[in-house]
């Protein structure tokens, strides 16, 4: 923005007066006080500059007001336009350096037949469509931090298992090794107190004959002495017998080796091993403009082409200026003559084909996939969710049914009591027409960036994969599905897909503009 010392009087500068500048002149590049506005508003060569207020000039950003009138290598006005180059062109540089280049035309010229309202609307929804895709984006990265967390806790509540479970085996481990050791240890300590009996029997007998020994020498005859020592000889040969079996004694020493299990655990590094699977998320980064390639009109020129049974060349329809572009059409009345259309920017039009009058409903949120069912639209309005407006008692009477449960360019489709939906990038989720959740729809492998939904007359639900590039279909209790059109049946990056009941067949097209039919067996 333009400080105060910007603004002052370019032409009173130059003679050393300063006056506060009242207007900007794009063409001269100058500020301009109130009296040097005057001779340039009436003077033959600048009356027609285009001129701004000072205080509107402010509002203008920087860039644009950078944007230079005037050529600054040859000092004349740009009044031509070179899309060769895309640029703006001098008189000289026209004939200097832009001789080979085709088309050139005059800057004013190319101004009248430039619709800059579209310009700006389309240029307007591309940076809409880019800060989407930011959101969308990081809205993707910041669901896979938190999946990260909650990975991380996951293998920590399995470390954590493993861990309990070595802690038990240990323990198990440990239990059966004392007891082990308790049962040697037994066995060792049974025998030795065998042996320590033993001993003591051996003992109170030799004590005996000891004793016996001396009441012989004190009391008895030599004939008794005689006769005596000759039994208790006998009874120490016998003691003496015995304790030969104790001469050599073994001791025993218990040990223990742990060195397999300490070898075990020494090579045993981490509790189990870290690896990483990638999918890929196929992130939809927005193009409003190569989206709306998958509808059947034309972008400059705004023509709606209709084709019935039996005609190869369509009926062109004009569409009205308030329709700029448009995301989804749908018959809006039972013979056909009336259509809603979505447009990505905050309304739902129903447009008459017979004399092109037009209704507009205003929403809240990117208007997306529309269907329609006796005098009721239902829409995917983004983000707000899903809505319903009765076209033909009040439309400004507007009911959310499942706010915020609609993914960017979501699609719907409605038969009997049920909505069918586009609910995220991955998934596919059925309402009934007060909005409870019946049932949802998600495998990655089979189905991938859903679009386009339709419902066959049985209730099968037909879906577009953009990027699994695939036609499945899906039982109406959303259980079973599978593939039944893709790359191979000519499909190649799919968008839309119309049902025609009365035919049993499909409509669908390509994101570049070429549509199949085919027939529902």
């Known amino acids: 923005m333009a400080t105060s010392a910007d603004e002052f009087c370019t032409l009173c500068e130059q003679n050393d007066i300063t006056r506060k500048a009242e207007i900007w002149c794009y063409e001269c590049q100058d500020y301009m ?14 009356k027609r500059h285009t001129t701004v207020s000072i205080h509107e000039f402010r509002q203008i950003p920087d860039y644009i007001r950078s944007i ?6 040859h000092d004349d006005q740009f009044d031509f336009f070179c899309p060769t180059h895309n640029q703006s062109c001098c008189r000289q540089c026209v004939s200097l350096d832009h001789k080979n280049c085709k088309n050139i035309s005059l800057i004013e010229k190319a101004l009248k037949t430039v619709d800059q309202t579209s310009r700006l609307s389309k240029i307007q929804q591309s940076v809409h469509d880019v800060i989407e895709s930011i959101q969308l984006v990081r809205k993707d990265r910041d669901t896979y931090k938190q999946n990260v967390f909650e990975q991380e806790k996951t293998i920590q509540d399995k470390i954590g298992t493993i861990r309990s479970m070595l802690n038990d085996r ?28 033993a001993l003591i029997n051996i003992e109170v007998e030799v004590t005996i004959l000891s004793k016996n020994i001396n009441l012989i020498k004190d009391n008895a005859t030599d004939k008794q002495i005689f006769l005596g020592v000759l039994e208790i000889e006998s009874s120490v040969g016998s003691a003496k017998q015995s304790l030969s079996a104790f001469r050599k004694t073994d001791s025993k020493l218990i040990t223990f080796d742990g060195r397999r299990a300490t070898k075990t655990f020494e090579d045993i590094k981490s509790l189990g091993s870290f690896s990483f699977s990638t999918t ?25 082409s209709i084709y019935k049974d039996g005609t190869k060349s369509p009926r062109p329809v004009n569409l009205p200026e308030q329709i700029i572009s448009i995301f989804d059409i749908e018959k809006a009345s039972e013979d056909g003559n ?28 990117n208007s997306n996939g529309i269907s329609y069912n006796d005098g009721t639209i239902y829409c995917c309005s983004e983000p707000h969710g899903i809505l319903s407006v009765n076209i033909e008692d009040n439309p400004s009477n ?5 706010p915020y449960r609609c993914a960017t360019y979501s699609y719907i489709a409605l038969h009997k009591e049920f909505l069918y939906y586009t609910k995220t990038e991955r998934s596919i989720e059925c309402c009934d027409i007060e909005g409870n ?71 669908i097209c390509n994101s570049e503009g070429k549509a199949f039919i085919y027939n529902i067996v």
């Open 33 to 46: 006080c109130s009296d040097c506005s005057r001779p340039h508003g009436v003077s033959r060569l600048s």
């Open 68 to 73: 230079k009138h005037v050529c600054i290598e």
């Open 170 to 197: 240990l323990d198990s481990i440990e239990k059966a090794s004392l007891k082990e050791l308790s049962k040697i240890v037994d066995t060792e300590i049974s025998n030795t107190d065998n042996s320590i009996d």
């Open 280 to 304: 890929s998320n196929h992130m939809d980064i927005i193009d409003s403009e190569s989206i709306q390639a998958q509808q059947l009109t034309d972008r400059v020129d705004r023509i709606l």
């Open 338 to 365: 009336t259509i809603a259309i979505s447009t990505r920017n905050k309304k739902v039009h129903i447009l008459s084909l017979e004399n092109l009058n037009i209704k507009t409903i205003p929403i809240e949120g």
């Open 398 to 402: 507007i009911h959310y049914l499942l």
């Open 437 to 507: 959740v019946m049932w949802s729809f998600e495998d990655t492998k089979i189905l991938r960036q859903p679009r386009g939904i339709v419902v066959d007359k049985d209730g099968n639900i037909f879906v577009v994969g953009g990027t699994s590039e695939n036609i499945i279909v899906i039982s109406d209790d959303g259980i079973n599905c599978r593939e039944v059109l893709n790359t191979d049946s000519g499909l190649n990056n799919p968008r839309a897909i119309s049902y025609d009941r009365e035919h049993n067949g499909l409509l």
